[in-house]
């Protein structure tokens, strides 16, 4: 069963990404406004039940550089052009908007959400979760991941060179997460999850990313407390939600049209970290 979030959360600096705590002093006059985001959890199953991925970002990175994330960026304008919202199947604007609490004249769109998610996960990992139909072969895939990446081509026109479309019922919406007010770069992002084959490997973006590793939900937080696995309050949050499903059509039969709350959390430096408040 999904756990409320704690109204009091602690982690030691090591076991954060550098120079994540020094960043908690730096309190702007002003917020930042929070930009519309997507993160994408794959999972598939496991000799231990349900396996997530997680991606190392490069230490380069602007945000949160060294931690171990899920895939996910900023939503696009062209993920809720009609050019992509025409290859869903089961997923209208009119369904993404209520599932997301947004009204239709949101912006962007609620479907963008969902739509920068696989285009995300697509980019970060070479996966093609939610794809359907088509010739998403592995020499396809790989020229058609190198046409959005490294020559900017849009998703849908991706999309409909391989003549594949996009399965709205394949992903659960799971969460919500505002970036403090403390962060310098802050995000709205929505969290959804999706299914990928048993065995599925990533071939991870090496200009954002440095590692990728798959592991139970539980696995992870594991090598998090023993300092191995440095992450941020909604990785950890989702993983500790993640962890007590046997399967993975148990974890995502669980979120179909369950209410997904907001969180907005304060962090507090404190003498050996951080902590988290979630009022």
Same mark, same amino acid.
């Given at each position: 069963?999904?756990?409320?979030?704690?109204?009091?959360?602690?982690?030691?600096?090591e076991?954060?990404?550098d120079?994540?705590?020094?960043?908690?002093?730096r309190v702007?006059e002003?917020?930042?406004?929070a930009r519309?985001?997507a993160?994408?959890?794959?999972?598939?199953? =496991?000799?231990?039940?349900? /396996? @997530? $991925?997680l991606?190392r970002?490069? #230490?380069?990175t +602007?945000?949160?550089p060294?931690?171990?994330?899920?895939?996910?960026?900023?939503?696009?304008?062209a993920?809720?052009?009609?050019?992509?919202?025409?290859?869903?199947?089961?997923?209208?604007r009119?369904g993404?908007a209520?599932r997301?609490?947004l009204?239709?004249?949101?912006?962007?769109?609620?479907?963008?959400?969902?739509?920068a998610?696989?285009?995300?996960?697509?980019?970060?990992?070479?996966l093609?979760?939610g794809?359907v139909?088509?010739?998403?072969?592995?020499?396809e895939?790989?020229?058609?991941?190198?046409?959005l990446?490294?020559? =900017?081509?849009?998703?849908? /026109? @991706? $999309?409909?060179?391989?003549?594949a #479309?996009?399965? +709205?019922?394949?992903?659960?919406?799971i969460?919500?997460?505002?970036?403090?007010?403390?962060?310098?770069?802050r995000y709205d992002?929505?969290?959804?999850?999706?299914?990928v084959?048993?065995?599925?490997?990533?071939?991870?973006?090496?200009?954002?990313?440095?590692?990728?590793v798959?592991l139970?939900?539980g696995?992870?937080?594991?090598?998090?407390r023993?300092?191995?696995?440095?992450?941020?309050f909604?990785?950890i949050?989702?993983?500790?939600?993640?962890?007590?499903?046997?399967t993975?059509?148990?974890?995502?039969?669980?979120?179909?049209g369950?209410a997904?709350?907001?969180?907005?959390?304060?962090?507090?430096?404190?003498?050996t970290g951080?902590?988290l408040?979630?009022?």
């Open positions: 069963m999904t756990r409320k979030p704690q109204s009091d959360y602690e982690i030691p600096a076991r954060l990404p120079g994540f705590v020094e960043t908690v002093g702007p002003v917020p930042t406004v519309p985001a993160t994408v959890v794959l999972v598939r199953e =496991g000799a231990g039940g349900p /396996e @997530v $991925l991606l970002r490069n #230490r380069a +602007g945000f949160v060294g931690a171990w994330v899920f895939p996910g960026g900023r939503v696009d304008a993920d809720g052009e009609d050019a992509l919202v025409e290859r869903w199947d089961g997923l209208t009119e993404a209520g997301l609490g009204g239709e004249g949101a912006d962007p769109p609620a479907i963008a959400y969902y739509g998610a696989v285009r995300e996960a697509v980019e970060e990992t070479g093609w979760p794809v139909g088509g010739g998403v072969g592995v020499g895939a790989a020229r058609a991941r190198e046409a990446l490294g020559k =900017g081509v849009p998703f849908a /026109e @991706v $999309l409909k060179s391989l003549d #479309r996009l399965d +709205g019922s394949t992903i659960e919406y969460a919500h997460w505002v970036t403090p007010t403390v962060e310098p770069r992002t929505r969290f959804f999850a999706v299914r084959p048993p065995g599925a490997e990533a071939v991870y973006d090496e200009r954002e990313m440095t590692g990728a798959w139970t939900p696995g992870a937080l594991a090598r998090h023993r300092g191995r696995l440095p992450m941020i909604p990785t949050r989702t993983l500790e939600d993640l962890s007590d499903f046997g993975v059509e148990d974890l995502l039969a669980y979120y179909r369950r997904i709350p907001r969180v907005l959390p304060e962090i507090v430096r404190t003498a951080v902590s408040r979630v009022s």
